[in-house]
């Protein structure tokens, strides 16, 4: 099946910084990634859907300042954390529609400090 | 959008038991994933059953669309099936959206 690269896995940062974190397809081209959020002892939280060649579309309640998303080929979608916060940590998640199903990355585990 | 809710929440057993997860959801779904994530945090695509029964080892599901549920079977448990099990319906459009969750802890 298709597999899904995310980086970093983790990434400890300051607060006020900008950290990204990208999610690659290896094997698959993809029109569409999903972008999730994960705190602690929760369920995966869709933030914003990324689309090839045009901006995302973020749920209600996700700034598109904040989260900046960028799905420039087919291969590669990136998120942007600008300005984290301490409350801005969590577990980020990538996902590709295979259009027989869904695979994810293997997260991002962000600590802001 | 649709509200998906999971029983139970939290779930102990011991190895080699059976058990079985529920999911309901409040509207019609156009499909269904169960997901297995483990202790890293990694997610494990289980299923993809929009209706009817799979199976897969010792893991099948089961979904009844009409009566908004789905069911995942877990026989004879082991310790490496511990984790937070998902499930996760796509109401409209080709997103989906995660179900609260079980957490399983299999006990040797």
């Known amino acids: 099946g298709a597999v899904v690269s995310q980086h970093p896995s983790w990434v400890i940062c300051k607060s006020g910084t900008s950290v990204k974190i990208e999610c690659r397809s290896l094997d698959f081209q993809a029109t569409t990634m999903f972008w999730y959020r994960q705190f602690p002892k929760q369920s995966l939280m869709l933030m914003a859907t990324?689309?090839?060649?045009?901006?995302?579309?973020?749920e209600q309640g996700v700034e598109k300042d904040k989260f900046l998303i960028n799905h420039a080929s087919l291969t590669l979608s990136t998120l942007t954390v600008t300005s984290a916060h301490p409350e801005d940590s969590s577990f980020y998640i990538c996902?590709?529609?295979?259009?027989?199903?869904?695979?994810f990355g293997s997260g991002t585990r962000l600590t802001v400090v | 959008g649709i509200q998906v809710e999971q029983s139970p929440p939290d779930l102990i057993l011991q190895e080699g038991a059976n058990s079985t997860l529920r999911c309901n959801f409040s509207?019609?779904?156009?499909?269904l994933q169960w997901f297995h994530q483990n202790p890293w945090g990694q997610l494990i695509n289980l299923f993809y059953?929009?209706?009817g029964t799979k199976q897969n080892g010792r893991l099948s599901a089961t979904t009844v669309a009409t009566e908004r549920y789905s069911l995942l079977y877990i026989s004879s448990s082991q310790t490496t099936d511990s984790g937070v099990y998902f499930c996760a319906p796509i109401h409209t459009g080709n997103q989906f959206y995660f179900g609260t969750g079980t957490s399983l802890t299999v006990i040797p």
């Open positions: 509207d019609s779904v156009n499909n």
């Open positions: 059953i929009p209706s």
């Open positions: 996902s590709l529609d295979l259009n027989y199903g869904y695979t």
């Open positions: 990324s689309n090839e060649g045009s901006k995302a579309t973020y």
